[in-house]
């Protein structure tokens, strides 16, 4: 497999070294003479940086060639990015010299013409910028391989992966660290407002996956993109360093201070906390995380999390010449074929044991010793590192490439790992140099010998404990790491006068937007109005920030646009056109979510502004008396375990974080637009609140219809309209409507207008009068859809698990990457509607409610890989039945949505003791939930069967899935999760599981026996039942019968337990086949 701009290994272990011009560097510390002036040990340093890194950098664009030979015109970004930074470290320890004869100046430029180069190259491709922000996709991202010379785009989206989040990331985190330290990289206007999209771009990295540091993505290099955590960390990073920061540095003004969405960034935290120790679906680990959570990124806050991502990386990776990639990493092994760009199924399994070990990544753990003052780990990797190194006759180190196994070497190094012996690439010898390598070691040396600190190279301090960490510039918010026990400030506002009188009757103090004037109270979407107009550029043709909604976070500042002050209210007091804003209980829910959330995760300077906004609709009926236990709740400073403090909105302003959006102001000859507050409701006055125009929850009765609707079918149409003048029922409305759309078609006039329209009608009125099962149907056949819905699949997936969307026993679809709203929503309808209507809007409630359940409470989702949300509906229904006990079930459609939400929260919760074995596979097996260290026991099962397993029609074969795969790999999880999906009865997939645990350990037991037959689960599942029937019928009396109701409530442990008679349907298998013979069988007689 052959990447473009990559050298081959020299010939073999044989070739002659015999006049190299590199010899073994025989001390790492050369440098390190007594007696030697500052001026002597930094004339060295230089020049081995002119020698061996800035004799290639080109003299037309300042960037850096992927190779030092063969002619090479090619440079990649991030290999650039460290070349300027080896020269910038080095520019940095000049300065501690008055007389430096010109070499500060001359090592910043090199950085600055490096740098620039690279946003020449970027600029050039504006109109990807624009696409990216659009569409997030591998074929309109920006190039991350251009030019040398020209500065052209290089290599096609077909024969290359560009897409590279780290990449873009770390150029972002660079420009900041070095304007910092005083060097001038950002000259106009025009490139703040590049610098400002580029940001937008970055802000969404959660959820778009790429190929990743090494140009691969998936760990089978079969095409196909992944979300990597050492992406996810480099935006993270790159964000926090950016945000609020001034790309003119000390001179700078308003206008060239960089926004960063508070609420992206933080999404962008809580998914790299998610996917750590983890790098991707497909990579346990990988030396990538090393950069993203050590020098340069320094992107986890959590030290426990940053030392079991370490640990994890050292124990797998390390090895006596540097550092594997990842495992079965083929890159320029002896096996690996350079023709191909990509890897054929299974072949990953022929690199096992022969990766390639890359000394780059000792380099690493050297440089992180420095910064956490670990004097023993930057010992320990001198040690390893100082016999892999060259020395050039000029007397400067030279970091190889990497270390091979020739092709001779492969069979015995794959049977005893670590006992051959490795040779170094070309890249490292006889003048070709790897430039990255060579940058970083000179970064590592400077360090080491004390040339410069870690504050030098690291002048926002990303590096530094999170307590410890300042704003970069005090004028603006920062979202650096902070642990405070935080206190949120909340202000109450009533939408009308009338309102406010009647709430100060219950003690209650609010105000009304006329009286917090000048403050302006905006909705969210305004303020997104206004974004539009962030980093918009004609001239590149750059729209801006593209129209995402501003989260809770960010809606808890205040912020001053053209001379006014405003705040915004959250956006769960929008008014939404779903149902779900109709539910007082889950707005009630969503408020105090929202506290939570913000307790957890405001991490700036300056007390969160919470704003609740109380309309006269909240107080309607049966709504009262809850939204004023809330509102008690607020004014006692206590909301469900979060401290809060109500006061006027006047006196909150002072301890508020205060955002200035002066970018509105940049072009005074754009026309701006108007924005719209939030007025108060102008009603008579001396008029009263009325509180009885709202019904408590209807029965179940008035939500039932009063025809059947199969009576209706072959109805004339005209009769089906004089029926619908005639009935006042609104379900039977709902469902000839539902006739008459199907029927005539959506523009099909009625006396209520169109069809269209007259579900429209009843969809409100059903609402009002909270008939939960009318108002679903109506707005499942008006196609409605749920705010928030792509953010919360997101909030699944990057929990490491799958989203499927279809309902229950019937074809789903499933979801393994983000989607946008338009895909999930004709997703969902296309699956649902044909069988159920009412269950596509259900769909979307639960996808909300488990995306924030999951963000929340992940413990609840333990033992589930595949969130199956069809199967999740059948668990509730069924938990309805097992509480009605012998009466008819609950109908789940009748119920509210803040119901269905609890009821699903008490679905999920571990099934109580009390309940008979039956109701607990049901609900189990429809939640897929399996026990702990499930697929890990799989795999061992696999490796004992040749033929593979069947279970419902599905075979997993042992190959190539045991080639392609590891144990611990998710891609192995979810393979098993597919193999088990054809199985349509809950219970019996239990079972199944109970099996597979079963053959485990019989398995574990008897070391001696192997399945010689495919293993067919079905058939092991049926005889055990028929022996459990035999029993049944000896012992009780019992009829023979193929119901197998007895056999899914019987207990798994004990005697007659199902357990029992699977181990010995199992038994019976495993000795139809050959027994192994031992070593220590104690049959054996002689």
């Not at 990447?3 to 190299?20: I, K, L, V």
């Amino acid at each position: 497999m052959s990447r473009f701009g990559d050298e081959s290994p020299s010939s073999g272990p044989n070739q002659a070294r015999y006049g190299s011009v590199y010899e073994p560097l025989k001390s790492i510390n050369l440098l390190r003479q007594d007696g030697e002036t500052l001026w002597d040990k930094l004339d060295k340093y230089y020049s081995a940086i002119k020698s061996t890194v800035l004799n290639y950098q080109s003299p037309t664009t300042g960037l850096f060639p992927i190779k030092t030979f063969a002619e090479c015109n090619e440079a990649k970004v991030r290999d650039n990015l460290y070349c300027a930074a080896s020269s910038w470290a080095l520019a940095l320890a000049y300065r501690r010299i008055d007389d430096d004869k010109g070499r500060t100046h001359e090592l910043e430029h090199c950085a600055i013409k490096c740098m620039r180069g690279i946003l020449y190259c970027y600029m050039r491709q504006a109109d990807k910028v624009e696409q990216f922000k659009k569409d997030p996709s591998p074929s309109k991202c920006l190039h991350s391989v251009f030019n040398i010379h020209t500065g052209d785009e290089v290599l096609t989206y077909d024969i290359y992966c560009h897409l590279q989040i780290d990449s873009l990331s770390l150029f972002l985190l660079y420009l900041v660290e070095m304007i910092s330290s005083g060097l001038q990289i950002i000259y106009n206007t025009d490139e703040v407002a590049f610098i400002q999209n580029l940001v937008f771009c970055v802000e969404r990295a959660y959820r778009v996956p790429d190929f990743g540091m090494w140009e691969r993505g998936s760990k089978y290099n079969n095409g196909s993109t992944e979300l990597h955590s050492s992406s996810v960390g480099l935006a993270k990073a790159a964000l926090e360093a950016i945000n609020g920061f001034n790309l003119f540095g000390n001179q700078g003004c308003s206008w060239s201070v960089i926004f960063v969405d508070i609420d992206a960034h933080n999404r962008n935290r809580q998914t790299l906390c998610s996917l750590l120790p983890r790098e991707s679906r497909s990579h346990n680990t990988d030396a990538a995380l090393l950069p993203c959570i050590s020098y340069p990124a320094f992107a986890v806050d959590d030290d426990a999390l940053y030392n079991q991502t370490l640990d994890k990386i050292v124990r797998k990776l390390k090895g006596k010449y540097g550092f594997k990639r990842f495992l079965r990493d083929g890159y320029r092994t002896a096996r690996e074929d350079k023709n191909r760009l990509f890897y054929k199924p299974a072949e990953i399994k022929l690199f096992d044991g022969i990766e390639c070990e890359f000394p780059l990544f000792y380099i690493f753990m050297i440089i992180d010793g420095v910064f956490r003052g670990n004097s023993e780990q930057v010992k320990e990797y001198q040690i390893l590192l100082e016999p892999v190194l060259f020395q050039s006759y000029e007397g400067h180190a030279v970091v190889p490439k990497y270390y091979y196994v020739p092709a001779d070497f492969v069979e015995a190094e794959q049977k005893n790992h670590g006992s051959q012996k490795r040779f170094s690439s070309n890249s490292g010898r006889d003048g070709k140099l790897f430039l990255w390598g060579q940058s970083l070691y000179i970064i590592a040396k400077l360090l080491v010998d004390g040339l410069i600190s870690p504050r030098d190279i690291d002048p926002v301090r990303r590096y530094v404990p999170p307590e410890d960490q300042r704003n970069v510039s005090m004028r603006y918010s920062n979202q650096g790491p902070l642990e405070n026990d935080v206190v949120i400030h909340v202000a109450l506002i009533a939408e009308s006068q009338r309102l406010q009188v009647f709430l100060n009757t219950y003690g209650i103090q609010t105000q009304t937007p006329q009286q917090v004037e000048p403050i302006q109270i905006w909705p969210q979407q305004e303020l997104v109005k206004a974004y539009r107009h962030l980093a918009v550029n004609q001239k590149l043709e750059l729209s801006g920030r593209p129209e995402r909604p501003v989260g809770c976070i960010g809606t808890s500042k205040i912020y001053r646009i053209l001379g006014k002050t405003v705040v915004c209210y959250p956006i769960v007091f929008d008014l939404s056109d779903f149902y779900m804003s109709q539910d007082v209980m889950l707005l009630i829910d969503d408020i105090k979510n929202a506290l939570q959330f913000i307790k957890q995760y405001w991490k700036m300077h300056g007390r969160p502004l919470f704003l609740v906004l109380i309309r006269e609709d909240n107080i309607r009926g049966s709504r009262f008396n809850p939204v004023l236990d809330m509102l008690a709740s607020f004014k006692q400073g206590n909301v469900g375990g979060v401290k809060v403090h109500v006061d006027r909105l006047q006196t909150l302003i002072s301890g508020a974080v205060v955002e200035q959006l002066d970018f509105l102001r940049v072009n005074e000859s754009e026309e701006l637009p108007e924005f719209k507050s939030f007025e108060e409701l102008k009603l008579p006055k001396h008029s009263k609140v009325k509180r009885q125009t709202s019904t408590p929850n209807a029965s179940d009765l008035e939500q039932q219809p009063e025809i059947n609707i199969n009576d209706w079918k072959q109805t004339p149409t005209f009769e089906i309209l004089q029926k619908l003048d005639d009935c006042s029922c609104l379900a039977s409305q709902a469902l000839l409507a539902n006739l008459l759309l199907k029927r005539e078609g959506p523009d099909f006039y009625t006396k209520e207008g169109t069809v269209m329209d007259l579900l429209e009608r009843i969809y409100r009125r059903a609402g009002t009068r909270k008939l939960w099962s009318v108002v679903r149907l109506a707005a499942s056949l008006l196609g409605k859809l749920v705010d928030s819905l792509a953010p919360s699949i997101t909030n699944v997936l990057v929990q490491g698990k799958q989203v499927t969307l279809g309902v229950f026993s019937h074809e789903e679809e499933v979801i393994c990457n983000p989607l946008s709203p338009g895909v999930i929503k004709d997703i969902i309808y296309s699956k649902c509607n044909p069988y159920c209507e009412r269950e596509a809007v259900v769909q979307q409630e639960l996808v909300i409610h488990i995306g924030w359940i999951i963000s929340n409470s992940p413990e609840l989702f333990s033992g589930m890989l595949k969130i199956r949300v069809g199967w999740i509906i059948h668990a509730m229904k069924h938990e309805l039945k097992i509480r009605a006990g012998d009466m008819p079930a609950q109908d789940l459609y009748q119920l509210s949505p803040s119901e269905i939400k609890q009821l699903l929260l008490d679905v999920l919760q571990p099934q109580h003791q009390g309940r008979c074995w039956l109701n607990r596979r049901q609900i189990d097996g429809s939640l897929n939930r399996t026990p702990l260290g499930f697929y890990d026991r799989l795999w061992q099962i696999l490796e004992r069967t040749p033929n593979g397993i069947m279970v419902a029609g599905t075979h997993l074969p042992q190959q190539p899935t045991l080639s392609d795969m590891t144990m611990y790999e998710m891609n192995f999880s979810l393979l098993v999760e597919d193999m088990l999906k054809n199985i349509v009865q809950p219970e019996y997939r239990q079972i199944i599981v109970e099996l597979l645990m079963v053959v485990s350990i019989v398995l574990e037991r008897n070391p001696e026996l192997e399945f010689q037959d495919k293993v067919d689960l079905d058939k092991l599942v049926k005889e055990a039942f028929n022996d459990f029937q035999r029993d049944r019928i000896k012992l009780e009396g019992m009829e023979k019968t193929d119901e197998m109701t007895a056999f899914y409530n019987t207990p798994p442990l004990g005697k007659r337990g199902t357990s029992s008679y699977l181990a010995k349907s199992v038994m019976v298998a495993l000795l139809e086949g050959e027994v192994k013979p031992s070593n220590d069988d104690p049959c054996t007689v002689s």
